[in-house]
């Protein structure tokens, strides 16, 4: 008796967290006019903001020079390049400067911090920002050249404080975890933040991200020791009641690249899961002025733990339902959380296909069946992750682990270094 | 704050297509906004309901006379609601049980208060509520199908108020449950507002309506196609999508049922879904429904005994619909109950199949809306068509005049029919043999707690109530030959039943049922209420001395 009461209501907890999460994560497609709200408004044409474009690199020099080269075709007139590098890193600094060279819009600022980051780097560079807006993109970031032009628009016509574009991670060929790993972010920005934005709590993404200066000065700039520092500049700005506006695109979106192994995902992720662990500590949230915003913010945060809880607990409960002796309406009631994991991959096929078609790319059957087999290994990844995320928070240690990553997305070839997706 | 951006959150920016045609160029008048807060809706299609709710109401325990299977499915929610499990009979997937389930929820209140009331004739009263229902989905269907308020509540009428919706739907059939379930369902999948979990809801209602009747299957095709006219092309695939998951995902809650249990395929000394659903798609066919003589032409003549507008004007308006789909934008607007009908004609017409009395039960709301729609249909023709603002008054009123001489035609055809069907309804004392044989064995029988009687389903609660033992005191007649865990307590067959309430059902059948007709020659009649055919024989069996 006491086993199935505990069971039934662990399955329904379990059943009402998986049906949040997929109710949120559908949440652009619930009707065509919400589909249409999350694009960008076409420009009017006029330009009227100043943008200061913060682009840290280190150990980059293989792939920055095509970044740089590519935002200086943007079509929008006023803005500059503020390269952020470090001072132990000649490579990228003298690729850095010979782009300044070429380019007057393009200056390098040199980072001298002992142990470096990126948020320190990010603040090092924010006093000498020009602009109205300061925008953030990373050295390996293909951006598209009517973005600025467009997130101008948004500005001005929205009076926004924080105007977050789509990261698209595109190599879903590469790997099966790569395949998962796109479609995640793909639901995420496409979709999900979305509806951040409208409850008005919102995790912003590593780059892409365009704040106001004085908002952004206001505010302190980045923390330097938060391991998601965009997750928590989005915290603090929609806390004190910012407004921030999301835009998705899938022509205008920035193309990304996975991580290139198993091993630099995992760490990625715990660096990721860390860092929300740590803005759920500072508490920033709790500022929030409803309940319903401040329970979003406690989910939000807490995600990464309940989604490796979720992932291990689903098929203990259906091994229960099918071979303890239960009695049939427990059993029925194990099998609601199951249910709606089996609605998620549903629409994550469906999803798949809709990436394929948005972004012009061939999606053959052997990824789809990619997808649903690989389902349960990346939950292991991600539970994995999220358990290392506390061990490592447990013992104190909130230093960066770095992402290898290869140029898979674009042409350049070589290894890189980059350490802020989303 | 924080938002998404403005300019796009209106929504009235991103007016694509709508499903169905907004106001046309003659002024023909779009799906409506919000039915809700429109007050000629509510008020339209509150007054037709309170007239459905009278008439189907009125003397409803009396007429239409008891059914053999009302008595099964009340029973069965009385068994869920003792907790006896799925039947107080050993349950054997002959249907699946969600819509005796949904009986017992609705009874539940009436039956708390007063056990005694757990009674075909009394409980018929919540199948009213199931009527008012789907009366008022039918509306609502028919306005988001495009249908103007006129012809919504013409659908609404032809629906309620046939003589043949009012008999059928008076009495507790799964079929009725089951029809309110798929018209919520194609009420979301045509939802104004094209949400998501709309779409997802009506895959959640048809499969409950599966689950309710299982014949529903045949109509999901149809309900697709609804579900797709009404999505917008960007966002169809994951509403489909949603849609068709959700139906699915609940429906194999059925099999997983019979999984959980061990019941799903057959094997020694326990049933299985498996057998139940082959018994049911080997069930002897009867006959083809046009030849005359065959067991299908009965029921169909059934049918139209109480009604031939609805099923005969209704098949022919599916059919018009279907043929002028290219050109008629009300035509294209009703693709999914045309095609329901469609479907379910052509299911009717096997050369061979089973087909119950009740079959038409799950027509009757798609029939009245494709009638109502292709009514609208020819008077938009007769009224709107190739008209200009420079046509001569004499043609306007030529129009209107022949407008107004169809509608008399068909209203002198109509009413004094249907007029006829409803006095029938309100007046007709169908079960008074029923009752007065119940009243006879409470009262006239000595020791109920130990007499053994033979019954039909639809008296059977009323003699549990009376105080015989459910199941093995009080009999389902033909449980006394098919279900093996009733003959083994009967080692002397006839011999060890006391009595046999011979209702016109028990005679039919007994021809089949060695025990039951052994039962009925070696008794004799004790008491007789009715005459005729529908006579009901209380027989008392000569046991010849021996105790049991």
């Avoid at chain 2, 989905?137 to 199908?145: N, Q």
């Avoid at chain 2, 326990?270 to 069930?283: A, D, K, M, N």
């Amino acid at each position: 008796m006491l086993t199935s009461v505990f069971i039934a209501v662990v399955s329904l907890a379990l059943f009402w967290m998986a049906a949040f999460t997929l109710w949120w994560q559908m949440h652009a497609w619930r009707t065509p006019e919400v589909l249409a709200s999350t694009r960008f408004s076409s420009p009017d044409g006029g330009e009227h903001l100043s943008f200061s474009l913060l682009l840290p690199a280190r150990h980059e020099q293989a792939v920055l020079d095509h970044t740089v080269r590519r935002l200086l075709e943007s079509s929008h007139t006023d803005f500059e390049i503020i390269v952020i590098v470090g001072h132990d890193d000649p490579e990228t600094a003298a690729v850095a400067e010979a782009a300044a060279g070429r380019d007057p819009r393009v200056r390098v600022v040199v980072d001298t911090h002992e142990k470096k980051n990126k948020p320190k780097a990010m603040n090092t560079a924010l006093p000498h920002c020009r602009g109205d807006v300061v925008g953030v993109f990373d050295a390996e970031d293909q951006v598209h050249p009517e973005l600025l032009a467009h997130v101008d628009h948004a500005f001005r016509s929205t009076g926004a404080d924080v105007v977050q574009g789509g990261v698209q991670l595109i190599n879903f060929h590469s790997s099966w975890y790569s395949l998962r790993n796109c479609l995640e972010y793909f639901f995420w920005f496409r979709s999900r933040l979305h509806l951040h934005a409208q409850k008005g709590f919102i995790p912003l993404g590593g780059n892409t991200v365009f704040v106001r200066t004085a908002v952004l000065r206001e505010a302190g700039g980045w923390d330097p020791d938060c391991l998601a520092e965009d997750c928590d500049l989005g915290v603090r700005l929609s806390s004190v009641g910012r407004k921030v506006v999301v835009a998705y695109d899938s022509d205008m979106v920035t193309r990304e690249e996975t991580p290139g192994s198993l091993v630099s995902l995992l760490k990625q992720r715990t660096r990721w899961n860390q860092g929300f662990l740590q803005v759920y500590r500072k508490k920033d949230w709790k500022q929030l002025p409803t309940f319903g915003q401040r329970m979003l913010a406690r989910y939000t945060l807490m995600t990464p733990f309940l989604q490796a809880f979720t992932g291990l607990i689903i098929p203990l409960n259906v091994a229960i339902a099918l071979f303890l002796d239960v009695p049939v309406s427990i059993a029925f009631i194990t099998f609601l959380p199951a249910v709606t994991a089996l609605v998620t991959f549903v629409f994550e096929v469906v999803g798949l296909h809709d990436f394929g078609k948005q972004y012009g790319l061939r999606v053959r059957f052997v990824h789809y069946l990619k997808l649903i087999v690989g389902g349960p290994f990346y939950q292991v990844l991600l539970a994995g992750a999220a358990v290392r995320a506390v061990w490592r928070e447990q013992r104190g240690r909130t230093d960066w682990e770095l992402t290898a990553h290869v140029g898979a997305h674009i042409d350049a070839p070589g290894v890189t270094r980059e350490d802020v997706p989303a | 704050m924080t938002s998404t951006l403005p300019a796009a959150t209106d929504p009235k920016v991103p007016a694509q297509r709508r499903a169905t045609p907004a106001a046309g160029p003659h002024g023909r008048p779009g799906p409506p906004g919000r039915l809700r807060s429109s007050r000629p809706d509510l008020v339209l299609c509150g007054v037709l309901l309170v007239a459905i709710l009278i008439v189907q109401g009125w003397n409803i325990a009396d007429y239409p006379t008891l059914s053999d299977d009302e008595g099964t499915y009340l029973a069965q929610a009385w068994a869920v609601q003792e907790g006896r499990g799925l039947a107080h009979y050993t349950y054997w997937y002959d249907h699946p049980p969600l819509g005796w389930i949904q009986l017992a929820a609705l009874t539940w209140i009436p039956a708390m208060l007063s056990p005694e009331s757990m009674t075909v004739g009394t409980m018929r009263a919540v199948m009213l509520l199931v009527s008012g229902v789907s009366a008022v989905l039918v509306y609502v269907l028919g306005r988001r199908l495009a249908l103007p308020r006129w012809a919504a509540g013409l659908g609404m009428v032809l629906f309620g108020l046939s003589p043949l919706s009012v008999v059928l739907q008076r009495e507790i059939f799964l079929d009725n449950l089951a029809v309110m379930w798929t018209l919520l369902a194609f009420t979301l999948a045509a939802s104004p507002s094209r949400h998501l979990w709309h779409h997802f809801g009506a895959g959640m209602a048809a499969a409950t309506a599966v689950l309710t009747k299982e014949t529903m299957l045949v109509v999901l095709p149809a309900l697709f196609v609804t579900a797709w006219r009404h999505s917008h092309k960007d966002t169809r695939k994951f509403a489909l999508t949603g849609a068709v998951t959700a139906c699915a995902l609940i429906g194999f809650s059925y099999p997983l049922f019979a999984l959980l249990k061990g019941e799903l395929f057959p094997g020694s000394g326990h049933v299985s879904l498996w057998e139940g659903v082959r018994y049911q798609l080997t069930r002897p066919g009867s006959g083809f429904i046009l030849d005359r003589g065959s067991g299908s032409w009965d029921v169909l003549q059934s049918w139209l005994y109480y009604d031939r507008v609805l099923p005969l004007a209704g098949l022919a308006g599916a059919l018009l619909l279907l043929a002028t789909w290219r050109w008629s934008v009300t035509a294209r607007a009703l693709a999914g109950p045309a095609l329901t009908v469609a479907i379910l004609a052509a299911l009717a017409l096997r050369p061979n199949g089973y087909l119950p009395a009740m079959y038409v039960i799950q027509a009757l709301p798609f029939l009245a809306l494709v009638l109502a729609g292709s009514t609208a249909s020819v008077a938009h023709a007769v009224l709107r068509r190739r008209r200009d603002r420079a046509e001569r008054r004499t043609v306007t009123y030529g129009r209107y005049a022949l407008a107004a001489a169809l509608a008399l035609a068909a209203c002198a055809y109509v009413v004094p029919r249907w007029y006829d069907g409803a006095r029938t309804a309100v007046t007709t004392e169908a079960n008074a043999p029923y009752e007065a044989a119940s009243r006879w064995m409470a009262t006239e029988v000595a020791d109920p707690d130990s007499t053994r009687v033979l019954v039909d389903d639809a008296m059977w609660l009323d003699l549990v109530h009376a105080g015989y033992r459910p199941g093995l005191g009080v009999i389902w007649f033909y449980k006394a030959d098919l279900d093996p865990a009733v003959t083994k307590t009967m080692p002397r067959g006839w011999r060890d039943i006391d009595y046999v309430v011979a209702s016109p059902t028990v005679r039919r059948d007994a021809k089949d049922l060695p025990n039951v007709r052994a039962a009925i020659e070696h008794s004799e009649p004790v008491a007789v209420f009715g005459t005729g055919e529908d006579r009901v024989e209380i027989r008392r069996v000569e046991t010849a001395g021996g105790t049991r």
